[in-house]
């Protein structure tokens, strides 16, 4: 990249950063946690390596980085945990907290996924060129059965999500043996990498092993049938069919092809800086627009929640009035007009003020039971909120992103109004806030 390029894309950074510090207290208070806490002006873009393990990950890094191996590499899956490989003239290991102390502080939010994860989590400094230019981030391999995820110790779909989103380039890996019909490769395209199609691209790998063109049409078909199922997109992403050149391996069909596919994916990663500002922008405007989301559709909760409140509230007054009134007519009226002395006056005042207290506790717990279900009721159909709600924005076809926002933010929707968490502390002037950050979104999009 020239110079002209950097500093734009620094100011660019610059900028971005004041609007996410600008914010982040409105983000706080309305519950909402940024995806990236904000941005390391000038980091080396970023190059994640996802894909069934013995895909080819780590050959390719080694590939790249040439000379004597980085990573481990074999057919049994050989790593759990992420690995981020980094420049330094110095070349040494790093795992947990101090791993993550030699990366910008943008990774900081990797911390919440709890010891098992950072129990894992390795950077490797290391002395090779392409290093100066990009990061690398190699990825436990995804496993087979659905059932064997429950053997990770630790959040591995909110970990990929997370690393996605930090990553500018994010290379999805098959090989001939699993195209595509890995059970976690699956939940991983249809969750956590919705909606960053732009930086994703797939890799047919080991090519190599094809032993004919029907071979070679077969793992291609099952690749695309798989992916047109996991995918929620119209158009199938290219599938790069490459290979790596490995000792005594020797090509029966498409040897150049192969070589060429493989060219162009390093040609993308050596440039991948070149997207960094297109990256960082893209995350802003969606952490903004799932913020400006999450805002109104909080406060349109909250409108809802008093306008309940009013109703019960009017409703206990008018039901606490009629009965103080009607004990009030019926006891003076039947006591006191025939026996009006010292004593039966008192006690029919008590009574009279026994049952006004009595009607407004009992109010007071129909109220808090009505406004609990209701409140219960709402959440549980958000959904049908959030349709009511953006109806006009969603009838523009263009408008799909809301709904894989909507996505995101609904859970923390939910715990904001989770009654055994402190409740939110809304701003004064919330809906001027919430104009403000529309105008952000609006911003980033211009
Ligand atoms: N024939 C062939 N073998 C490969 C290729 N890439 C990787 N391998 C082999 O596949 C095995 C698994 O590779 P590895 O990089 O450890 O996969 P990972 O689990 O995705 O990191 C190793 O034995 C590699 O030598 C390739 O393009 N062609
Ligand atoms: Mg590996």
Same mark, same amino acid.
């Given at each position: 990249?020239?110079?002209?390029?950097?500093?734009?894309?620094?100011?660019?950074?610059?900028?971005?950063?004041?609007?996410?510090?600008?914010?982040?207290?409105?983000?706080?208070?309305?519950?909402?946690?940024?995806?990236?806490?904000?941005? &390391?002006?000038?980091?080396?873009?970023?190059?994640?390596?996802?894909?069934?393990?013995?895909?080819?990950?780590?050959?390719?890094?080694?590939?790249?980085?040439?000379?004597?191996?980085?990573?481990?590499?074999?057919?049994?899956?050989?790593?759990?945990?992420?690995?981020?490989?980094?420049?330094?003239?110095?070349?040494?290991?790093?795992?947990?907290?101090?791993?993550?102390?030699?990366?910008?502080?943008?990774?900081?939010?990797?911390?919440?996924?709890?010891?098992?994860?950072?129990?894992?989590?390795?950077?490797?400094?290391?002395?090779?060129?392409?290093?100066?230019?990009?990061?690398?981030?190699?990825?436990?391999?995804?496993?087979?059965?659905?059932?064997?995820?429950? &053997?990770?110790?630790?959040?591995?779909?909110?970990?990929?999500?997370?690393?996605?989103?930090?990553?500018?380039?994010?290379?999805?890996?098959?090989?001939?043996?699993?195209?595509?019909?890995?059970?976690?490769?699956?939940?991983?395209?249809?969750?956590?990498?919705?909606?960053?199609?732009?930086?994703?691209?797939?890799?047919?790998?080991?090519?190599?092993?094809?032993?004919?063109?029907?071979?070679?049409?077969?793992?291609?078909?099952?690749?695309?049938?798989?992916?047109?199922?996991?995918?929620?997109?119209?158009?199938?992403?290219?599938?790069?069919?490459?290979?790596?050149?490995?000792?005594?391996?020797?090509?029966?069909?498409?040897?150049?092809?192969?070589?060429?596919?493989?060219?162009?994916?390093?040609?993308?990663?050596?440039?991948?800086?070149?997207?960094?500002?297109?990256?960082?922008?893209?995350?802003?405007?969606?952490?903004?627009?799932?913020? &400006?989301?999450?805002?109104?559709?909080?406060?349109?909760?909250?409108? &809802?929640?008093?306008?309940?409140?009013?109703?019960?509230?009017?409703?206990?007054?008018?039901?606490?009035?009629?009965?103080?009134?009607?004990?009030?007519?019926?006891?003076?009226?039947?006591?006191?007009?025939?026996?009006?002395?010292?004593?039966?006056?008192?006690?029919?005042?008590?009574?009279?003020?026994?049952?006004?207290?009595?009607?407004?506790?009992?109010?007071?717990?129909?109220?808090?039971?009505?406004?609990?279900?209701?409140?219960?009721?709402?959440?549980?159909?958000?959904?049908?909120?959030?349709?009511?709600?953006?109806?006009?924005?969603?009838?523009?076809?263009?408008?799909?992103?809301?709904?894989?926002?909507?996505?995101?933010?609904?859970?923390?929707?939910?715990?904001?109004?989770?009654?055994?968490?402190?409740?939110?502390?809304?701003?004064?002037?919330?809906?001027?806030?919430?104009?403000?950050?529309?105008?952000?979104?609006?911003?980033?999009?211009?």
């Amino acid at each position: 990249m020239n110079k002209t390029t950097v500093d734009a894309a620094a100011t660019l950074e610059q900028e971005l950063n004041k609007f996410y510090e600008k914010y982040r207290k409105t983000a706080v208070r309305f519950g909402y946690s940024y995806q990236r806490e904000s941005i &390391s002006i000038g980091a080396l873009p970023c190059v994640l390596f996802m894909g069934n393990h013995s895909s080819g990950k780590s050959t390719l890094i080694n590939h790249l980085l040439g000379g004597a191996p980085v990573q481990d590499t074999g057919v049994a899956p050989t790593d759990d945990g992420f690995t981020i490989l980094i420049y330094g003239e110095e070349e040494s290991d790093a795992v947990g907290l101090s791993a993550l102390s030699l990366l910008p502080r943008e990774n900081g939010k990797l911390t919440a996924f709890g010891p098992n994860f950072l129990n894992k989590f390795k950077v490797k400094v290391r002395n090779r060129e392409i290093l100066k230019r990009v990061v690398l981030i190699d990825s436990p391999g995804m496993i087979d059965s659905l059932e064997e995820t429950t &053997s990770r110790d630790y959040d591995f779909f909110g970990a990929v999500h997370r690393m996605a989103e930090l990553s500018d380039l994010v290379l999805f890996m098959f090989d001939p043996d699993k195209p595509g019909t890995t059970g976690e490769a699956i939940v991983a395209l249809t969750g956590p990498l919705v909606g960053m199609s732009f930086k994703l691209r797939i890799l047919l790998n080991k090519c190599d092993l094809f032993q004919n063109v029907a071979d070679y049409a077969r793992a291609y078909g099952a690749l695309c049938w798989n992916l047109a199922h996991a995918m929620p997109i119209k158009d199938l992403p290219k599938i790069y069919s490459c290979y790596v050149p490995q000792p005594g391996c020797a090509p029966r069909i498409g040897t150049d092809a192969g070589i060429d596919a493989l060219h162009q994916i390093e040609d993308e990663i050596r440039n991948s800086g070149e997207r960094r500002s297109d990256n960082v922008l893209a995350a802003a405007h969606k952490d903004f627009s799932c913020l &400006s989301l999450q805002m109104r559709m909080i406060l349109r909760l909250r409108e &809802s929640f008093k306008g309940c409140r009013m109703n019960l509230l009017f409703g206990s007054l008018i039901l606490f009035f009629a009965v103080t009134g009607a004990a009030y007519f019926t006891l003076t009226g039947r006591f006191l007009r025939e026996n009006p002395t010292g004593l039966v006056t008192w006690i029919v005042y008590l009574s009279i003020g026994a049952i006004a207290l009595l009607t407004a506790w009992g109010a007071f717990l129909f109220s808090r039971k009505v406004l609990r279900v209701y409140r219960e009721n709402a959440l549980a159909h958000l959904d049908e909120l959030f349709e009511k709600e953006y109806a006009d924005e969603l009838v523009q076809e263009t408008r799909d992103d809301l709904r894989q926002y909507w996505e995101l933010v609904k859970g923390g929707i939910r715990n904001a109004f989770d009654p055994s968490r402190s409740p939110l502390r809304i701003p004064f002037f919330a809906t001027q806030k919430l104009q403000d950050v529309q105008a952000v979104v609006k911003r980033l999009e211009s």
